[in-house]
T-cell receptor, first 111, second 118 residues
C-alpha cells in the first residue's frame, strides 16, 4: 500500500498561489495520484488526477517528477473559499486495491 | 465528475437499534465501493471494501457483525450499523470506483452521512 505524507497545515493569503506537496515513496507502477478537497461535513471532492509529468485543469495543476515519489498540487490565486483539507490519494485499478488516506493538509486562506 | 449519492445525510437513532445507510453510484457502474468513517478533525479511516456480488473485506479492528455491508448491485451498496451505541456516532462516507464504463483509476465520494446515536 502506498503511504502518503503531507504537511499537516498551511496558511496562505487570498490571491496567492499555493503548492501542497505529497510524498509517496513506494508508489507502484500502475498507481495514479489523485487529489481531493474536503470541506467540513462533506465528502471529499475530486480535484485532479495524474500519472506523470504535469496535468492542468480549470482549478489546479498537478506536478509529478519523473521518479513519481512525490507530487505537488498547485492552486493558483486562492480565495477564502479554498479553505479546506486537501488529500492526496494513490491507487491503481486493481480490483483488490485499498485507498488509504493520510493526514491531509489543512489549508487556511486568510484575507 | 461522477456522482455518488448517500442517504440519509443525517440520522439520529436510539441506542440498541440498527440504521442503514445507502450509497448509490448514479451515472456509472461501481465494481468496487469503499466505506469510510471520519471523526471530527481527523482523516478518513477505511472500514471496508466491497466488490459487487461478493462479501466485503473489513479492515483490522472493524467488527463485521456490527457494520454489515451489502453490495448487491453495481450501483448500490449499503452499510447497516447494528445495535448502535453512542460511540458509533460518526460521519460515514462511501466511495465508488468505476468499472467497465468509466476509468477504474478514480474513486468518487458520496456526500457523507452523519450518524448520531442517543
Amino acid at each position: 500500500l502506498a503511504k502518503t505524507t503531507q504537511p499537516i497545515s498551511m496558511d496562505s493569503y487570498e490571491g496567492q498561489e499555493v503548492n501542497i506537496t505529497c510524498s509517496h515513496n513506494n508508489i507502484a507502477t500502475n498507481d495514479y495520484i489523485t487529489w481531493y478537497q474536503q470541506f467540513p461535513s462533506q465528502g471529499p471532492r475530486f480535484i485532479i488526477q495524474g500519472y506523470k509529468t504535469k496535468v492542468t485543469n480549470e482549478v489546479a495543476s498537478l506536478f509529478i517528477p519523473a521518479d513519481r515519489k512525490s507530487s505537488t498540487l498547485s492552486l493558483p490565486r486562492v480565495s477564502l473559499s479554498d479553505t479546506a483539507v486537501y488529500y492526496c490519494l494513490v491507487g491503481g485499478d486493481s480490483g483488490t486495491y485499498k485507498y488509504i488516506f493520510g493526514t491531509g493538509t489543512r489549508l487556511k486562506v486568510l484575507a | 465528475g461522477a456522482v455518488v449519492s448517500q442517504h440519509p445525510s443525517r440520522v439520529i437513532c436510539k441506542s440498541g437499534t440498527s440504521v442503514k445507510i445507502e450509497c448509490r453510484s448514479l451515472d456509472f457502474q461501481a465494481t468496487t465501493m469503499f466505506w469510510y468513517r471520519q471523526f471530527p478533525k481527523q482523516s478518513l479511516m477505511l472500514m471496508a471494501t466491497s466488490n459487487e456480488g461478493s462479501k466485503a473485506t473489513y479492515e483490522q479492528g472493524v467488527e463485521k457483525d456490527k457494520f454489515l455491508i451489502n453490495h448487491a448491485s453495481l450501483t448500490l451498496s449499503t452499510l447497516t450499523v447494528t445495535s448502535a451505541h453512542p460511540e458509533d456516532s460518526s460521519f460515514y462516507i462511501c466511495s465508488a470506483r468505476g468499472g467497465r464504463d468509466r476509468s477504474g483509476n478514480t474513486i468518487y465520494f458520496g456526500e457523507g452521512s452523519w450518524l448520531t446515536v442517543v
